[in-house]
DNA sequence: CTTATAAATGAGGATTTCCCCCTTTTTACT
DNA sequence: AGTAAAAAGGGGGAAATCCTCATTTATAAG
């Protein structure tokens, strides 16, 4: 029996012609595509369960890592790929601690992706290559902490650093958080030693690569 | 005759799932795939020209807006139809001042591929509703001026952005630019005028909306 | 009830950023 | 050549950022 599979992604173009692809693939066989992560909970149903999800990271209101635990809490057998343009480091231990099974970077050949697939359902893992030896080589420690969010900020700390990612002064934020001034400078301390940063410059820039601001 | 259509992506997954939705339609055929600029400009031929380049805009090295300069004097017949992830007005009124002849988003349906392709061979342009409507509401008249680089700077000031998206001082970017620690602050004057931010981290946003920085 | 541990706050100062006004040098144009 | 316009540089000062030492407050643990 062919294995089943159900594409995310928001980008409908990118869906439909990865479906087109595997549809190629003898043993697999697309179930549906979904273009967000609210539309896969709504189509999945207990009597149409995929093997594999393929998803894509990067959707705006629930993105790859929410679908996931998603997935994970309520259809634990499905074996989630995740598809993503990047290869940073945080997204991919993000993802594996979502319970992603394999990660595949889009620039990937189709070949990868066939081969990803066989191996998740064979193996049960698979991470390509340059994924690999990314996590090996790169992996910074305060990372590992914290499934999601960030690495361990805590809510106000996030709340400051959104405020940061712009034009206003850290008085104006204190305003904005209703706390003195000094509250925030304790803010800054604590998220400079967090993030490993020197700057205000380099927080901003930091947060953007995490995930916590993301650029408009 | 069939249009002749050319797909350049550096997602080698995406370059092949598209290619493999436009076999379906008919009156067109993919002449070729590149998965980089340079590979088009080596691809491509007097006796190879297609009708249409399907042109990734966010590639690493030749970026689209190179490419799409680059097929405009080299084989200015060409019809480019750019593929972007974003519709940031930035992005798309630069691919216009390139050549483009279209603008189309990833997440756009598979209909809408084929109707802006159909429009781009019959009436010659093609801009989805939600950019067209983009272009009308929201054009920064800074970004008006220039075809490539960004708003308006220059070199220096594009190399000074550039360092100044890190934790470096301005005195030390001086140094680095071999120039006094005034002449830095003249640059950030003029780079504050020009893309109207009131801050250093103000700039450094800009600077990643626009492209002149990526966050790596 | 104490102890300790984290969060919020205060005072002060060093450095950097931001913003004026102004001079010299270089480049461009007619 | 002469004039205009950038580009590079100088000085100084107000504001913001960064840092250090220290106090109060709340909260959890023994």
New interface residues.
Partial sequence: MATSVVIVD?????A???S??IQ?FDTYEVLFEA?SGQELTQKIHYDLIPDIVLLDIHMPIMDGFMVCEWLKTHYPSVKVLALS?SDKEESIIRMLKCGAIGYLL?????HE?KHAMDAVVSQGYYYSGYVASHLINNVNPNVLDNSYGSPRLNEREISFVKL????LTYSQIADKMCVSPRTVDGYRESVFEKLD??????M??KA??IGIYE??
């Fill in positions: 928001d980008h409908e173009l990118m439909q012609a990865l087109g692809l190629k273009y343009m889009k620039g990937c050949k189709p992706l940061a990612c712009s034009e940063v020197k700057s205000r410059v380099g901003v820039i953007i690569q650029v408009p």
